[in-house]
């Protein structure tokens, strides 16, 4: 596993990404998202609902794949910007 990696992953910590978790917006979306979700569920029957959770599931992992792409992206431009500024 890379530096950027064991740092997403939280093997090396970083203070900034709890802020995101506390702000305001991101827990009023949050709240409408568990809040429809719980709606639909209440709809469907066992199977779909087991359909649903995976769907979930992926759904998860993939914007977590993503997220540690467009992190990794970020840092190294912020890299490539501190270098820029010491040549």
């Known amino acids: 596993m ?3 990696e064991e740092l997403w992953y939280g093997n090396i910590t970083s203070t900034e990404y709890s802020r995101i978790e506390n702000h305001s917006d991101y827990k009023e979306v949050l709240k409408l998202v ?3 979700q719980e709606r ?3 709809t469907l029957t066992g199977e ?3 359909l649903l959770e995976k769907l979930l599931t992926a759904s998860e992992e993939f914007a977590n794949l ?3 792409a467009c992190f990794k ?3 190294n431009l912020g890299v490539r910007l501190i270098i820029e500024a010491y040549t």
């Open 66 to 68: 993503i997220e540690l």
């Open 48 to 50: 779909q609902c087991e």
């Open 40 to 42: 639909l569920k209440a």
């Open 2 to 4: 890379d530096i950027l």
């Open 73 to 75: 992206v970020g840092f």
């Open 34 to 36: 568990n809040q429809n």
